[in-house]
T-cell receptor
Framework: SQQGEEDPQALSIQEGENATMNCSYKTSINNLQWYRQNSGRGLVHLILIRSNEREKHSGRLRVTLDTSKKSSSLLITASRAADTASYFC?????????????FGSGTRLLVRP | DTGVSQNPRHKITKRGQNVTFRCDPISEHNRLYWYRQTLGQGPEFLTYFQNEAQLEKSRLLSDRFSAERPKGSFSTLEIQRTEQGDSAMYLCASSIRDWGNYEQYFGPGTRLTVT
């Protein structure tokens, strides 16, 4: 089944550094979304980029989308210890008359104080 | 709190027993989704409702799984004759599909352990 794959699987950085996570997918998408999940808790929506957009910003987050390469990246600038979490990309694809969100396996980010 | 709520938060059951989970979405949201998440993996789509109609079911949803949303508000997910492989976090999410608004709001999940 079509699924986003994140890279790297795990990332450890020092507070203040930037963190970059990548996502690749296989088929045409309606949009691509990034979610964050803290240990043992629910997912929180971070940012959505539509298939006709190439870049989007939200606070310290920057997302790019390259539909020709079927890839996206999430950049977190000036990281903080509170950014420690798992980050998932999710691609929304059209299925007949409905839409489905397909998640990748995630990048586990550790920000060291 | 006006977020998505799920009950119970944790459920331990013996293999072969039936379990039922409940999800209360954000009140004005007409779409409700169920996902399953195992350790170290992203959520896997199970099924979704628009109002009370179940519009999509994953092949992951075997005959032992059934979901309902009788009045288009809360939803229940029942697993019959549980197996150890059913152990996972079950997540519920809701959304309004307005033009340009696609994000899903997730509940805290129900962690199921089948012994």
């Amino acid at each position: 089944s079509q699924q986003g794959e994140e890279d790297p699987q795990a990332l450890s950085i020092q507070e203040g550094e930037n963190a970059t996570m990548n996502c690749s997918y296989k088929t045409s998408i309606n949009n691509l979304q990034w979610y964050r999940q803290n240990s043992g808790r629910g997912l929180v929506h971070l940012i959505l980029i539509r298939s006709n957009e190439r870049e989007k910003h939200s606070g310290r987050l920057r997302v790019t989308l390259d539909t020709s390469k079927k890839s996206s990246s999430l950049l977190i600038t000036a990281s903080r210890a509170a950014d420690t979490a798992s980050y998932f990309c999710a691609t929304e694809i059209k299925m007949d008359s409905s839409y489905k969100l397909i998640f990748g396996s995630g990048t586990r980010l550790l920000v060291r104080p | 709190d006006t977020g998505v709520s799920q009950n119970p938060r944790h459920k331990i059951t013996k293999r072969g027993q039936n379990v039922t989970f409940r999800c209360d979405p954000i009140s004005e949201h007409n779409r409700l989704y169920w996902y399953r998440q195992t350790l170290g993996q992203g959520p896997e789509f199970l099924t979704y409702f628009q109002n009370e109609a179940q519009l999509e079911k994953s092949r992951l949803l075997s005959d032992r799984f059934s979901a309902e949303r009788p009045k288009g508000s809360f939803s229940t997910l029942e697993i019959q004759r549980t197996e150890q492989g059913d152990s996972a976090m079950y997540l519920c999410a809701s959304s309004i599909r307005d033009w340009g608004n696609y994000e899903q709001y997730f509940g805290p999940g129900t962690r199921l352990t089948v012994t």
